[in-house]
């Protein structure tokens, strides 16, 4: 099975734009998850998605926000970049309980904010 | 706050050695208990994890030890490798409201020597 995967891996956009990310889930995987990671913050739970619908969210302003298709791909949005978003924005998935605990995670996507 | 903390920051360990990374929670309401192990550039890859209803769970050279009355978990690494170079994390989550979502411990990086 081919793991999860991101689409790009690496971006630079200027304060003020705004980036979309991709995410593919494995397949058969209808759950997935946003995390931002940063050398101060670490990891931090963004949001959540299954079949289509946001059914967790984190701390972060609304800003930052997500979909997902219903062929479970995932997209998420950061409209007004600011520089402290510079970050590896991760994308895990996850299958129905009861193994839905697993999360398995792309690569990443290395956003650069200048 | 965080609701996971992870020690120590960093760990050097000689090759053939046993590495040992603590994580301790507050929240009982935790209920899966992961490792992840992440290399640079990489995302982090599920390693091993555990319930709370288990003391100890082995996988090959990854051993977990779960302390449920002291609320803290560690990872053992046996006869550590210049390969477990990477940084740990551990992490946990709860079944129920908060689906999807793990808190991370900030993370520890390993070095073996050779």
């Known amino acids: 099975k081919a793991g999860v995967t991101q689409t790009p891996r690496y971006l630079i956009k200027t304060r003020g734009q705004q980036v979309t990310l991709s995410c593919s889930p494995i397949?058969?995987?209808?759950?997935v998850s946003w995390y931002q990671q940063t050398p101060g913050q670490g990891l931090q739970f963004l949001f959540e998605?299954?079949?289509?619908?946001?059914?967790n969210k984190g701390n972060f302003p609304g800003r930052f926000s997500g979909r997902q298709f219903s062929n479970s791909r995932s997209e998420m949005n950061v409209s007004t970049l600011e520089l402290g978003d510079s970050a590896l924005y991760l994308c895990?998935?996850?299958?129905?309980?009861?193994?839905?605990?697993?999360?398995?995670f792309g690569p990443g996507t290395r956003l650069t904010v200048t | 706050q965080q609701q996971v903390k992870q020690s120590p920051q960093s760990l050097i360990v000689q090759k053939g050695g046993i590495s040992i990374i603590n994580c301790a929670y507050e929240?009982?309401?935790?209920?899966?208990f992961p490792w992840y192990q992440q290399f640079p550039g990489k995302g982090p890859a599920l390693l091993i994890a555990?319930?709370?209803?288990?003391s100890e769970k082995k996988e090959g050279r990854f051993t977990i030890s779960f302390n449920k009355s002291a609320k803290q978990f560690s990872l053992h690494i046996m006869d550590s490798q210049p390969g477990d170079s990477a940084t740990y994390f551990c992490?946990?989550?709860?079944?129920?409201?908060?689906?999807?979502?793990?808190?991370f411990g900030r993370g520890t990086q390993l070095t073996v020597w050779p």
């Open positions: 992490a946990a989550s709860i079944d129920g409201s908060t689906l999807g979502r793990l808190y």
């Open positions: 929240n009982t309401a935790f209920d899966y």
């Open positions: 998605y299954f079949s289509e619908t946001q059914r």
């Open positions: 895990a998935s996850s299958a129905e309980r009861p193994s839905s605990y697993e999360q398995y």
């Open positions: 555990i319930r709370p209803d288990v």
């Open positions: 397949s058969g995987h209808r759950s």
